[in-house]
Nanobody, 113 residues
Framework: VQLVESGGGLVQPGGSLRLSCAAS????????MSWYRQAPGKEREFVAT????????NYADSVKGRFIISRDNVKNTVYLQMNRLKPEDTAVYYC???????WGQGTQVTVSS
């Protein structure tokens, strides 16, 4: 099983990024998928989740109204659209299918002027 996150980078406050999580040897269509993040010196925290068919989503209060999680089961990929980014969004972002032990390697997001 491989989960590969991409799309991170350096962005100014107020900017946007779109993260992708491409799965291989793992069919995401049967699973809900989530994004987590971990900032330096902090524990990994939940960011967003989406049900297997994409009909329901849930967000951490800190990102609600700014981030959008989506999925394309044909492409076997999950996305996180991040808008109005803040410095406190700086972290390594990971995708993770709950109830499985699988994690990607993460992608770094840095929000700084």
């Amino acid at each position: 099983v491989q989960l590969v996150e991409s799309g991170g980078g350096l962005v100014q406050p107020g900017g946007s990024l779109r993260l992708s999580c491409a799965a291989s040897r793992f069919t995401i269509s049967s699973y809900g998928m989530s994004w987590y993040r971990q900032a330096p010196g902090k524990e990994r925290e939940f960011v967003a989740t989406i049900t297997s068919a994409g009909g329901s989503t849930n967000y951490a209060d800190s990102v609600k109204g700014r981030f959008i999680i989506s999925r394309d089961n044909v492409k076997n990929t999950v996305y996180l659209q991040m808008n109005r980014l803040k410095p406190e969004d700086t972290a390594v972002y990971y995708c993770h299918p709950p109830i499985t032990p699988y994690w990607g390697q993460g992608t770094q997001v840095t929000v700084s002027s």
